[in-house]
């Protein structure tokens, strides 16, 4: 059955229009109309906007989130983290995935983020052997989309080495390895599990150049097909050093040279590349898949962001780690690093009198829809997935148009999203997830028994 929403303003692919009336019918945008009143039975609210897509998540670290900020021995860096992350994974079971998930998906969900990309690479039970069902880890990824109602483009793993040149996985990466014949064994499996979802996509996802040799990345683009083909690049500067010790190339130079790179692919940090790299990146039509506030903790670097769009290149965010999920710090901070870095502000703004929050909003949409296979936006077709912002905050008030989305980016963060409709479904109010209260409990109960 059509239900109808209004807004009194939304943001629609031709910009900012007045009194917008979605129809919406079984979960997707059927109808939008313009310049018309409200229906009796409709669902009202004041500023409308579409959902963003997450593109790059790792669902089960929100459970280390904050566990890593002991200062170690040494250098403290990526690879002491990494160790962290292995050792928290020594217990974790299916049960503990779906309430850790859940919790993830959540908060996503509340600050604006309605689809995921699920970089899923935890596969096997803690010895390292395949589970009964070998996607068992899989379905628990869509069980906790199913329990929140994010809408789910997962991304199942590749792994299958411990560096370049096909060198030897560690004991800490037993959980994540596959052949490429268990690997396509599982990914049909976790089609089986995506079934129940009213939208998912499948794609996948080679873990980086240090994982899967030159052989297994060409048979996994052949693998994917036209669906979305995610790796880890260029995050640090020993991948870096290492890729041109192995290959007389940087990892960027490498792939573009040796894959047919296309707007299938996301190219999730890309933080170190030369000016030419970053070029061809952009012209390659691929997606940058950026991670601002986990490239922050992790210390990774800084993307050639300027160089990237003046080259027309298209990018979109991710919340990877989950270390702190909050789509608008995520935007915010994409900025804000560029005008640390420059020592000048607005400069993702592609022109005098732009406004900085909407460019960088309108460009995460975009990238975000692509790289997660689906289409964004607000439009007749497209799943019925919304945001409204909270035109009451102070940090929103007496103002209009873009100015609202440099209102919640820029001065009221998280709080300044209201509802949330995730495939037609309002699934937050009032920034709260509506299952919130029993998400966070199964949660706290996963995690006291996990780390205890
Ligand atoms: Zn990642």
Redesign the pocket.
């Known amino acids: 059955m059509a239900s109808g929403l209004h807004f009194s303003h939304a943001l629609l692919p031709c910009g900012w229009q007045r009194d917008v009336r979605l129809t919406i019918a079984d979960g997707r945008i059927a109808r939008v109309d313009t310049g018309v009143p409200p229906a009796p039975a409709d669902d009202r609210h004041a500023i409308g906007l579409p959902g963003l897509g997450n593109l ?3 669902a089960f670290q929100r459970g280390m989130a904050g566990l890593a900020e002991r200062r170690g021995s040494g250098d403290d860096s990526f690879w002491t983290w990494r160790e962290v992350m292995y050792r928290f994974l020594e217990r974790m079971g299916p049960d503990d995935l779906v309430a850790i998930a859940a919790l993830a998906y959540a908060e996503m969900l509340e600050t604006g983020f309605t689809r995921v990309g699920e ?1 899923h690479y935890l596969h096997h039970d803690p010895a390292g052997h395949a589970y009964a069902n070998p996607a068992q880890m899989a379905a628990a990824i869509a069980d906790a989309a199913a329990q929140t109602g994010i809408g789910l483009t997962l991304l199942p793993v590749f792994y299958a080495h411990g560096g370049f040149g096909g060198a030897e996985a560690n004991a800490g990466q037993r959980r994540f390895l596959n052949s490429l014949d268990s690997f396509a064994h599982l990914r049909d499996h976790a089609a089986t599990a995506l079934t129940a979802l009213p939208d998912a996509v499948l794609g996948l996802a080679p873990h980086s150049l240090r994982a899967a040799t030159p052989a297994e990345l060409s048979a996994l683009a052949a693998m994917a097909g036209p669906a979305p083909i995610h790796i ?1 690049i260029a ?1 640090q500067t020993r991948e870096v050093d290492d890729c041109l010790a192995w290959s007389g190339a940087r990892p960027v130079e490498w792939l573009l040279n040796h894959a047919e790179v296309d707007a299938r692919w996301c190219l ?2 890309a933080t170190h590349m030369t000016p030419a790299e970053t070029k061809a990146l952009a012209r390659s039509g691929a997606v940058a898949g950026l ?1 601002p506030i ?1 490239e922050a903790n992790l210390g990774d670097g800084l993307f050639p962001a300027l160089d990237f769009a003046a080259a027309g290149g298209s990018r979109g965010v ?1 919340s ?2 989950n270390v702190m999920i909050d789509a608008s710090e995520e935007l915010r901070l994409y900025e804000y690093g560029q005008r640390l870095a420059h020592r000048g502000r607005n400069m993702l703004a592609a022109a005098p009198g732009q406004s900085t929050g909407a460019a960088l909003f309108a460009a995460s949409v975009a990238g975000g829809a692509t790289a997660l296979g689906v289409p964004g936006g607000i439009a007749v077709g497209n799943s019925a997935d919304l945001i409204s912002l909270n035109a009451d905050h102070p940090a929103l008030i007496a103002r209009d148009g873009d100015a609202w989305i440099d209102g919640w980016i820029f001065a009221a963060g998280r709080s300044g999203v209201d509802c949330v409709w995730r495939h037609g479904v309002r699934v937050v109010s009032q920034g709260r997830h509506h299952a919130r209260d029993k998400i966070v409990a199964r949660y706290c109960t996963t995690l006291s028994r996990l780390l205890e």
Do not use: A, K
């Open positions: 790059h998540s790792h970089f880890h995050e999730v940090h991670c986990t991710g990877d780690s």
